[in-house]
C-alpha cells in the first residue's frame, strides 16, 4: 500500500538567496556552456550530479536549475550529508514514526517529504554510507520510501540533484559508493570550473558581493580600486568563490570610505601580493598610492578625535610619537597641527 504525501507547496529555502543570473554564469566560456547544457535539461526532472572542488558554487547551481524547472514554485530542500552525523543522516532524509526508537515521541516527516514536487539537493552525496545509499536507490527508482519505523510505502515526486567533490569512480573501485546508485545520479553530470579557470568572472562576483556585504553591514563601500580589482583577477583562489566572497565581506567591514582599497584587504591576501608571487607591476604604485591614502586618513581621524595632542593619537593610532611626527610631515599634516600649537 502507497500512502501519498502532502503535496502542497512548502517553504523551502530557495527564495530569494540565489544571486542574479549573471552573477551566477559570468562571462567564461566555461560557464556560457554550463548555462546552454541546463537551458536543455532543467525542465526535464533527470537526476544532475555537480561535480567539482570545494566553493566552486556548486550549491547555487543547484538553486538555479531549480528556479528555472517546471515547478519552481515548490520547495528547494537542500541536505549537506558531510555535516550530519552518519548515525542521524537516514532519520533526517526519510523521518521516523512517533515510537520508532527512543526519543521519537511524535512523527517527524524527513526531508524527503518537505521536496515533495520540488528539487532535493544532496550536497556531498559521497558521505552517505553503503546501507543509506540502497534506501536512496529505491527513492530514485520509484519514488518510494519508508519513514524510520513505519510500515507503509510512502511516494513523493521529486527531483534529485546530487553534489560531491570526490571521483565517485574511484569511489566506487574502493567499495564505498554503489555503481547502480552512480548509474542513477548521474544521467546528466556537470562539472564546475575552479575560479582561476574564469577569471573573466571575478568582476561580476566581486561587485555583487560588495553590494550584498555593504548593505548587510551597512556600510557605504560602492566600489573597489582598480589596482585591487586588476591584483584580485590575477591571484589564484585555492578556495575558489566562497574564499572571494569571505576576502570581500572581510574587506568591507574594514573599509572607511566609498571605495575598497588595498590596505582594506586581509592581511593574508596583502601578504600573498606583496610577496611577489603575483607578477603584476603595472598597479604597484597605484597601490602604495591607495596604502599611503588611507595610512593618511586614519591619521587625520585619529588627530580629530583626539583634539590634535598627538601623544592621544599616536596611542589610538597604535605607534609611537615619533612616528606619528614622522608621517604628519610626510603626508603634510604639521600645518592642522601647529594651528593648534601642540607639542609632540
Given at each position: 500500500?502507497?500512502?501519498?504525501?502532502?503535496?502542497?507547496?512548502?517553504?523551502?529555502?530557495?527564495?530569494?538567496?540565489?544571486?542574479?543570473?549573471?552573477?551566477?554564469?559570468?562571462?567564461?566560456?566555461?560557464?556560457?556552456?554550463?548555462?546552454?547544457?541546463?537551458?536543455?535539461?532543467?525542465?526535464?526532472?533527470?537526476?544532475?550530479?555537480?561535480?567539482?572542488?570545494?566553493?566552486?558554487?556548486?550549491?547555487?547551481?543547484?538553486?538555479?536549475?531549480?528556479?528555472?524547472?517546471?515547478?519552481?514554485?515548490?520547495?528547494?530542500?537542500?541536505?549537506?550529508?558531510?555535516?550530519?552525523?552518519?548515525?542521524?543522516?537516514?532519520?533526517?532524509?526519510?523521518?521516523?514514526?512517533?515510537?520508532?526508537?527512543?526519543?521519537?515521541?511524535?512523527?517527524?516527516?524527513?526531508?524527503?517529504?518537505?521536496?515533495?514536487?520540488?528539487?532535493?539537493?544532496?550536497?556531498?552525496?559521497?558521505?552517505?554510507?553503503?546501507?543509506?545509499?540502497?534506501?536512496?536507490?529505491?527513492?530514485?527508482?520509484?519514488?518510494?520510501?519508508?519513514?524510520?519505523?513505519?510500515?507503509?510505502?510512502?511516494?513523493?515526486?521529486?527531483?534529485?540533484?546530487?553534489?560531491?567533490?570526490?571521483?565517485?569512480?574511484?569511489?566506487?573501485?574502493?567499495?564505498?559508493?554503489?555503481?547502480?546508485?552512480?548509474?542513477?545520479?548521474?544521467?546528466?553530470?556537470?562539472?564546475?570550473?575552479?575560479?582561476?579557470?574564469?577569471?573573466?568572472?571575478?568582476?561580476?562576483?566581486?561587485?555583487?558581493?560588495?553590494?550584498?556585504?555593504?548593505?548587510?553591514?551597512?556600510?557605504?563601500?560602492?566600489?573597489?580600486?582598480?589596482?585591487?580589482?586588476?591584483?584580485?583577477?590575477?591571484?589564484?583562489?585555492?578556495?575558489?568563490?566562497?574564499?572571494?566572497?569571505?576576502?570581500?565581506?572581510?574587506?568591507?567591514?574594514?573599509?572607511n570610505g566609498p571605495e575598497l582599497l588595498w590596505p582594506h584587504l586581509p592581511k593574508p591576501i596583502q601578504d600573498y601580493i606583496e610577496s611577489g608571487r603575483i607578477n603584476s607591476p603595472a598597479p604597484k604604485d597605484s597601490l602604495l598610492q591607495s596604502r599611503e591614502e588611507v595610512e593618511r586618513s586614519a591619521i587625520q581621524k585619529a588627530l580629530l578625535n583626539c583634539g590634535y595632542t598627538r601623544a592621544r593619537a599616536a596611542s589610538v593610532l597604535g605607534i609611537s610619537r615619533v612616528t606619528l611626527y614622522k608621517?604628519?610631515?610626510?603626508?603634510?599634516?604639521?600645518?592642522?597641527?601647529?594651528?593648534?600649537?601642540?607639542?609632540?
Open positions: 500500500m502507497i500512502a501519498k504525501t502532502n503535496s502542497r507547496p512548502m517553504p523551502g529555502d530557495r527564495s530569494g538567496i540565489f544571486p542574479p543570473e549573471n552573477v551566477i554564469f559570468g562571462r567564461s566560456p566555461a560557464m556560457q556552456a554550463i548555462r546552454q547544457k541546463i537551458e536543455k535539461i532543467a525542465a526535464s526532472g533527470v537526476p544532475i550530479l555537480i561535480l567539482g572542488d570545494n566553493g566552486t558554487g556548486k550549491g547555487l547551481l543547484a538553486g538555479f536549475i531549480h528556479n528555472f524547472s517546471s515547478l519552481p514554485d515548490f520547495p528547494f530542500i537542500k541536505v549537506n550529508c558531510a555535516a550530519i552525523p552518519a548515525a542521524l543522516l537516514e532519520s533526517e532524509l526519510f523521518g521516523y514514526e512517533k515510537g520508532a526508537f527512543t526519543g521519537a515521541h511524535a512523527m517527524k516527516p524527513g526531508r524527503v517529504e518537505l521536496a515533495d514536487r520540488g528539487t532535493l539537493f544532496l550536497d556531498g552525496i559521497d558521505e552517505i554510507d553503503m546501507s543509506l545509499q540502497a534506501k536512496l536507490l529505491q527513492l530514485l527508482q520509484d519514488g518510494q520510501f519508508n519513514r524510520i519505523g513505519g510500515q507503509e510505502d510512502r511516494k513523493v515526486q521529486i527531483r534529485v540533484i546530487c553534489a560531491t567533490n570526490r571521483d565517485l569512480e574511484n569511489e566506487i573501485r574502493a567499495g564505498r559508493f554503489r555503481q547502480d546508485l552512480f548509474y542513477r545520479i548521474n544521467v546528466v553530470s556537470i562539472e564546475m570550473p575552479k575560479l582561476r579557470e574564469r577569471v573573466e568572472d571575478i568582476r561580476d562576483l566581486v561587485a555583487y558581493f560588495l553590494q550584498s556585504h555593504s548593505v548587510r553591514h551597512k556600510v557605504a563601500v560602492k566600489q573597489l580600486s582598480q589596482a585591487v580589482m586588476i591584483l584580485l583577477e590575477k591571484h589564484p583562489w585555492p578556495g575558489n568563490i566562497r574564499q572571494l566572497e569571505n576576502v570581500i565581506q572581510q574587506s568591507v567591514l574594514m573599509s608621517k604628519m610631515k610626510k603626508y603634510g599634516l604639521m600645518a592642522a597641527s601647529g594651528e593648534r600649537a601642540e607639542a609632540v
